[in-house]
């Protein structure tokens, strides 16, 4: 049965995995600041709890959205693009019908 994914040359997958990695990097040591200003504003122990949940539900949204199967690359590229954690001249060297789904995709809400 025929399915209708998105083929990926080799050179695609290679730009591809720089580009989150690269997007990965950007959105992780922003976390990481992010996580530090609000450290250091606690002051009580719902503080902790708040930063806890806060904490669990970033964790929860950066490792699903990183999940980089070949069927699935085309729309964390897009939604990255979209969140501007990557740019679409980062994704230059795509193939231009990959580049072009993946910037459509982008400006969907």
């Given at each position: 049965?025929?399915?209708?994914?998105?083929?990926?040359?080799?050179?695609?997958?290679?730009?591809?995995?720089?580009?989150?990695?690269?997007?990965?990097?950007?959105?992780?040591?922003?976390?990481?600041?992010?996580?530090?200003?609000?450290?250091s504003q606690i002051t009580q122990i719902s503080d902790i709890w708040a930063l806890n949940d806060y904490l669990n539900s970033q964790r929860y949204n950066i490792d699903g959205k990183y999940d980089c199967r070949e069927?699935?690359?085309?729309?964390?590229?897009?939604?990255?693009?979209?969140?501007?954690?990557?740019?679409?001249?980062?994704?230059?060297?795509?193939?231009?019908?990959?580049?072009?789904?993946?910037?459509?995709?982008?400006?969907?809400?």
């Open positions: 049965m025929k399915t209708n994914t998105q083929q990926w040359s080799e050179t695609d997958q290679k730009i591809a995995q720089e580009a989150l990695r690269k997007a990965y990097t950007r959105e992780t040591e922003a976390l990481v600041a992010e996580i530090n200003q609000k450290a069927s699935t690359s085309i729309f964390v590229l897009a939604q990255l693009v979209k969140e501007k954690w990557l740019t679409l001249d980062e994704l230059t060297g795509l193939t231009p019908s990959t580049r072009a789904k993946v910037g459509a995709l982008a400006k969907m809400s």
